[in-house]
């Protein structure tokens, strides 16, 4: 009886993120337009790793919202269908709405309990100089950023 009881207490404070969901809709839909695209291309041949969909809470309600990361995808006839110098294509699905970013690199942190998604963006979105730019975006009824 012991045993079962120590399973059942490990499973319930495992967090909800370790559990691998089906993807909603949404990021089913942005996945499925990419492979149309790629197809459409020369019929070309359409892959997602593992990581094209993964999970972070950004509202807070403990529930995990998606991102779906173009870079994570590949289409045998195009180098650069989902993106380019400018970045690749990242949405972050909320309440069934896609959000859509264009970024080099993405991570997010926490910063005081609240979920931080921290874009490596483009020169150009902060000056007309070469260098590192980032965005820093928060979600309050919407994403929220500081450049």
């Not at 370790?18 to 089913?28: G, R």
């Amino acid at each position: 009886m012991k045993p079962i009881l120590s399973i059942s207490l490990i499973f319930l404070c495992l967090s909800p993120f370790a559990f691998s969901a089906e993807p909603s809709p949404a990021a089913n839909a942005i996945v499925q337009n990419a492979k149309e695209e790629c197809a459409r291309f020369e019929g070309g041949e359409f892959h997602a790793t593992e990581q094209a969909i993964s999970h972070h809470d950004f509202t807070g309600d403990g529930q995990p919202e998606e991102i779906v990361d173009a870079s994570q995808f590949s289409c045998s006839t195009s180098a650069s269908m989902y993106g380019g110098s400018g970045g690749t294509f990242l949405w972050v699905v909320v309440d069934g709405k896609p959000y859509e970013f264009l970024a080099n690199k993405w991570i997010t942190i926490d910063f005081d309990g609240q979920s931080v998604l921290l874009l490596a963006v483009h020169s150009s979105e902060c000056s007309d100089t070469i260098g590192p730019c980032y965005r820093a975006l928060v979600w309050s009824d919407g994403f929220r950023t500081a450049r």
